[in-house]
């Protein structure tokens, strides 16, 4: 249990360089460990997630250093996996579950998955069809961890994901690399394209993009690659609302991830009003930038709707804090993606903000809310119920309030930020 910072007037202040992308760092030991030679990636992220990830491909026979956010990686090449001697476990992650289900489904060997009680409830069929129909063969249980992934001999296929989940497309993408021909990912919506983006960066064309479908080379030749990893915008996406919310703030968060596919909350911020700038603004395949937040006393209200949910599914818990202290009534819909992350977002979300007395109610795919900066503390006991990103979010909404709160299942932050209360202290003295 953790007591956490409230009623901070004073605002948050200063620069700060938050940790590498959670996502780019998991596709950076996946492609560096199938790709020929030695790869560094700087500036990754160790986190409990992270590490999941690097384990498995150890278990399979990669070497790899992590010294700090140092990463080494001596690549096996896209046939060089071994056998693991254990079941590889996931840990408390999907990313890792889903985009090695794909890889596994093409090695010459048995694996086995497990995760932990969050992960292990999480929808797993949405990766098993698509990779069955490709001439995978994996077996789970009522379409959950523990999965048991057989050798199979895999075929290309062309294939339109039912949901907008980049999960799900880099699972088939990265099957697809050992398929028989090449295939096509069509997406509804456009997801993070990291993926796609990393495999150009080790390979020549492995990916190419028309409209809507994702080409995918078979058998590309993969080298090892030397690269940084940008600061994750779903990590700054934490002290950019605290900054926007907290009187008296001012904060620049430096080298920031700006993809185009994960932007959204940049976009849900200017439309509501708030002081925020880029700076610094770098055009690589992974684009930078430095952003500058600046404390905002009125926020207009909000409509989230689905076409934009992919581009800011994780700040989701997020914007509906910033719609909470809005002038006027804001909609979030479309988004019951949010009920299979690692707990029930829409729930959780309405439930812990409720002991705050936020006039928040529940819709079957998102939330509606009533703004207002009248917050009462109902119930200090803030609950992060085991997910990292509804305890962060908890984290920012306590600096609002006047009575002291405490956070249970804080432990669950180091899934993607470890040091996130260091971080704010930081920007908070
Ligand atoms: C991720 C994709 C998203 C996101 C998750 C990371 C990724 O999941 O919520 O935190 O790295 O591909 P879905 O693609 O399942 O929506």
Redesign the pocket.
């Known amino acids: 249990m953790k007591e956490l910072v409230v009623n901070l007037n004073t605002g948050l202040h200063g620069d700060l360089e938050v940790p590498g992308d959670?996502?780019?760092s998991?596709?950076s030991v996946i492609l560096s460990s199938i790709s020929e030679g030695t790869s560094h990636v700087h500036h990754f992220l160790a986190s409990d997630d992270c590490i999941s990830t690097i384990n498995a491909f150890r278990e399979m026979g990669v070497q790899i250093d992590l010294d700090g956010d140092e990463l080494t990686v001596t690549g096996v090449g896209l046939h060089g996996l071994k056998e693991p001697q254990t079941k590889l476990d996931m840990g408390n992650s999907?990313?890792t579950t889903?985009?090695l289900s794909g890889l596994l489904s093409a090695q010459n060997f048995t694996t086995n998955l497990i995760g932990d009680d969050s992960l292990s409830k999480r929808p797993m069929k949405?990766v098993s069809e698509p990779l069955s129909m490709m001439g995978a063969r994996i077996e789970t249980t009522d379409g959950h961890l523990p999965m048991t992934i057989n050798p199979g001999h895999i075929k290309a296929v062309k294939y339109e994901l039912p949901?907008?989940?980049?999960?799900?497309?880099?699972a088939i993408i990265l099957a697809a690399l050992n398929a028989d021909a090449d295939s096509v990912v069509i997406e509804p919506q456009v997801?993070?394209n990291?993926?796609e983006t990393m495999l150009n960066q080790f390979g020549k064309d492995v990916i190419e993009r028309d409209g809507n479908q994702i080409i995918v080379h078979h058998n590309p030749k993969l080298t090892a690659q030397d690269f940084n990893v940008p600061g994750d915008i779903?990590s700054a996406a934490f002290f950019m609302v605290a900054a926007t919310l907290v009187p008296n703030s001012h904060i620049v968060l430096k080298n920031v991830g700006i993809n185009a596919t994960r932007t959204g909350i940049l976009d849900v911020l200017i439309k509501m009003g708030a002081n925020v700038k880029l700076l610094n603004q770098t055009n690589s395949s992974e684009p930078t930038a430095d952003i500058e937040v600046t404390y905002t006393p009125d926020l207009k209200p909000i409509d989230v709707t689905e076409e934009s949910i992919?581009l800011m599914?994780?700040e989701l818990p997020l914007v509906a804090l910033l719609a909470s202290r809005a002038n006027g009534h804001s909609h979030i819909t479309g988004a019951e993606?949010l009920r299979?992350?690692e707990t029930d977002r829409i729930q959780t979300v309405v439930l812990e903000l409720q002991k705050l007395s936020i006039q928040i109610t529940e819709l079957s795919d998102g939330f509606s809310i009533d703004g207002s900066k009248d917050w009462r503390v109902a119930n200090s006991s803030l609950d992060s119920h085991g997910d990292h990103?509804i305890g962060m979010t908890l984290a920012v909404a306590a600096l609002l309030v006047d009575t002291s709160v405490q956070l249970d299942g804080e432990d669950a932050i180091s899934i993607?930020y470890p040091q996130f209360f260091d971080h704010l202290k930081r920007l908070c003295s």
């Open positions: 959670k996502s780019i998991h596709r999907g990313t889903r985009l949405r949901i907008a989940s980049a999960q799900v497309k880099s997801t993070r990291h993926t779903s992919p599914i994780d993606e299979f992350k990103r993607s």
